[in-house]
T-cell receptor, first 114, second 110 residues
Framework: DTGVSQNPRHKITKRGQNVTFRCDPI?????LYWYRQTLGQGPEFLTY????????KSRLLSDRFSAERPKGSFSTLEIQRTEQGDSAMYLC????????????FGPGTRLTVL | GQNIDQPTEMTATEGAIVQINCTYQ??????LFWYQQHAGEAPTFLSY????GLEEKGRFSSFLSRSKGYSYLLLKELQMKDSASYLC???????????FGGGTRLMVKP
């Protein structure tokens, strides 16, 4: 396992469609985070999981956004009824709960909503 | 809430030293991180400070003053490949998420 992976790397969709992104964290990491990053800005926290439990979801941008991590391994982020303002880079990160503090980021999924 | 400020852009010369400042206001503090991000790539971890003082790691050093809500990242012997955005991020003690500043875009010129 060489790092955090995300799929797809790029997604182009039409306004109103639903999209789902996948994140596979580093295998021994039990914490997983989703961030959104727009051009020229730093990443913005969305939600995070410890194992399969979603411990913080109040920062999700609207009720159109949801995330799951059903078995405590990979996670999905879904955006329903996409809007042009959802166009951004969606980053996933993972970290270890046991003494580790660094969050390792994946390459991101770039979403373009037409 | 949390507020993090850092300069938007900086320019420096190859071989020189540059200091990127970050100030923060937070309702709870549990560490400050610096990440490097090249265009179109993921952020990569550079340093972590939780206690006051200087942490040195090769050409990169990071300083923290909790009483002043201030940190800086010092890059020595600049190389062209150091051209990137540098992100300051604060971890609160209320959760595990990072709150990022807007990033400082550093351009290293020959």
């Amino acid at each position: 396992d060489t790092g955090v992976s995300q799929n797809p790397r790029h997604k182009i969709t039409k306004r109103g469609q639903n999209v789902t992104f996948r994140c596979d964290p580093i295998s021994e990491h039990n914490r997983l985070y989703w961030y959104r990053q727009t051009l020229g800005q730093g990443p913005e926290f969305l939600t995070y999981f410890q194992n399969e439990a979603q411990l913080e979801k109040s920062r999700l941008l609207s009720d159109r956004f949801s995330a799951e991590r059903p078995k405590g391994s990979f996670s999905t982020l879904e955006i329903q009824r996409t809007e042009q303002g959802d166009s951004a880079m969606y980053l996933c990160a993972s970290s270890s709960m046991d003494g580790g503090y660094e969050q390792f980021f994946g390459p991101g999924t770039r979403l373009t909503v037409l | 809430g949390q507020n993090i400020d850092q300069p938007t852009e900086m320019t420096a010369t190859e071989g020189a030293i540059v200091q990127i400042n970050c100030t923060y206001q937070t309702s709870g503090f549990n560490g400050l991180f610096w990440y490097q991000q090249h265009a179109g790539e993921a952020p990569t971890f550079l340093s972590y400070n939780v206690l006051d003082g200087l942490e040195e790691k090769g050409r990169f050093s990071s300083f923290l003053s909790r009483s002043k809500g201030y940190s800086y990242l010092l890059l020595k012997e600049l190389q062209m490949k150091d051209s990137a955005s540098y992100l300051c991020a604060v971890k609160s003690n209320a959760g595990n998420m990072l709150t990022f500043g807007g990033g400082t875009r550093l351009m290293v010129k020959p």
